[in-house]
């Protein structure tokens, strides 16, 4: 109980410093890293999404669907024709219960990855392409195993902007195994920023 009290006031200060960072008045500047990640801790904390395994063995494993979300912590696109490619550190994430309450069963991919992606425009959809090398970290309560090990994972998927700070997105991703769950599976989620 103490633990899951700990985490839960980690995440609300953490939540809290974040929405300090982007609610306080800044110079407004298209290349501020300190923003861009604000924008992005926000999103992982803040965004709703879910994710469904599509192998057996994850669903024995952790069972089906799980709030999922990503956070994507990469450096300024470059913008070549109709492309942007970017890289940086990702953060995946499926679990029982949502960010803040975390526990249970649950998958966690961390590493670094690369994306390549069309032009955002609004309320077009975007395809876009992911893949890395991540560490995986796996905690199947239902079976009563953790597990660990370093994967390749990759996603295809759309993102639709349809308002300033808001997208939804979908794709799919196929990850290596952790233990001996293939935890690929189908992620949607609405995103802030």
């Known amino acids: ?14 939540t809290a410093a974040v929405l300090a960072t982007c609610l306080c008045p800044r110079p407004a500047r298209a290349d501020d890293t300190t923003t861009r990640i604000a924008h992005q801790l926000a999103s992982y904390f803040l965004g709703v999404g879910g994710y469904w395994f599509t192998d057996s063995t994850a669903f024995r494993a952790l069972g089906s669907p799980k709030f999922g979300g990503t956070a994507r912590f990469f450096v300024r696109p470059a913008r070549r024709g109709i492309m942007e490619i970017t890289g940086g550190l990702e953060v995946f ?12 069963n649950s ?16 309320n077009r959809l975007t395809p876009y392409f992911e893949a890395g090398a991540f560490y995986a970290e796996l905690n199947s309560k239902r079976q009563n195993f953790n597990a660990y ?45």
């Open 149 to 193: 090990n370093i994967v390749p994972s990759a996603a295809v998927g759309v993102e639709f902007r349809f308002a300033r700070y808001l997208m939804l997105s979908a794709s799919y991703r196929v990850s290596g195994a952790v233990g001996d769950v293939i935890p690929s599976g189908f992620n949607v989620g609405i995103h802030v920023f």
């Open 1 to 14: 109980m103490k633990n899951r009290l700990r985490r839960f006031l980690s995440h609300c200060i953490i």
């Open 93 to 104: 994430s499926a679990s029982d219960h949502w960010l803040p309450f975390s526990g249970g």
């Open 107 to 122: 998958i966690s991919l961390t590493g670094p990855a690369f994306r390549i992606r069309g032009i955002p425009h609004m």
